[in-house]
């Protein structure tokens, strides 16, 4: 059985981690599956959003294989570099996907399982979900997802969650941006929201999508003059859609 599933519906591609014995830990071969499948959604005009989400109900994944990161380490530092390495090369790619990424969490995320859903465009949460970065408690920190975590969450917020490594609700965590939102139905709502957002033009999105980053780092007055001219080009682009819609409005 492979430890990635992969489903596509309309222009959505479903991705399903597939470890549930192992809480759907990060070994080699699941990092490398999804890095794999989210460059070629990347490059494929038929897909415009990727979901991924985890079989089982006890976790979405509880962050890196320790045996295998174990094994790595008792073959020296190299190669403990090849096995973090591999997982920021994961981190990047679906940080720098151009189209819609959404992660759907029930049961435990958890250090880079934690890392993994929020590095992600929407994070969805079922009232099971649980987060965590309990890294400090074997003597390590969750150095990857400060990336993704402190895109999205207040620091000092953060720096607690880092210092304690204590585990958090869902609830505390949409309170403090870790998630997007809480969803009752955790597979039907990702199934809407996912069919939703694929409906709309993904040039769109993909200009949008490096506007709305784009100017977070920007000095105020920098990002208002780089926003006319972006508004300028989407505006040239969207020639054909603002034609159709004052069309259908004079008849």
């Known amino acids: 059985m492979s430890v990635l599933l992969k ?32 460059n070629q959604a990347e490059n ?21 294989d320790l045996k295998e990161l174990k094994n790595s380490i008792d073959q020296g530092i190299n190669s403990v570099r090849k ?49 965590g970065i309990p890294e400090i408690n074997i003597g390590l920190w969750g150095m990857i997802i400060s990336a993704p975590i402190l895109k999205n969450v207040i620091p000092k917020k953060a720096w607690e969650l880092f210092l304690t490594g204590k585990i958090i609700d869902a609830q505390y965590a949409n309170s403090i941006g870790l ?21 709309k033009d993904i040039n769109t999105i993909k200009l949008a999508k490096q506007v709305f980053w784009g100017t977070l780092n920007m000095n105020y007055f920098d990002s208002i003059d780089y926003l006319k001219e972006m508004s300028s080009i989407l505006a040239f682009q969207a020639k054909n859609n603002i034609e159709n819609f004052l069309n259908s409005k004079s008849k």
């Open 7 to 38: 489903e596509r519906k309309n222009k959505v591609l479903y991705l399903t981690l597939n470890r549930p014995e192992n809480r759907n830990a990060l070994n080699s071969e699941l990092i490398n599956e999804l890095i794999s499948a989210i």
């Open 179 to 199: 998630i997007t939102t809480i969803v009752d139905n955790l597979d039907e709502s990702l199934e809407n929201l996912a069919q939703e957002i694929a409906t």
């Open 83 to 131: 096995y973090f390495n591999l997982y920021a090369n994961l981190i990047k790619v679906i940080s720098k996907f151009s189209k819609v990424s959404i992660s759907g969490v029930k049961g435990y995320a958890l250090a880079g399982g934690c890392g993994l859903a929020v590095a992600c465009d929407i994070t969805l949460a079922d009232n099971t979900a649980k987060f």
């Open 44 to 64: 494929d005009e038929d897909v415009n959003v990727v979901v991924i989400k985890a079989n089982g109900d006890k976790a979405f994944c509880a962050g890196a």
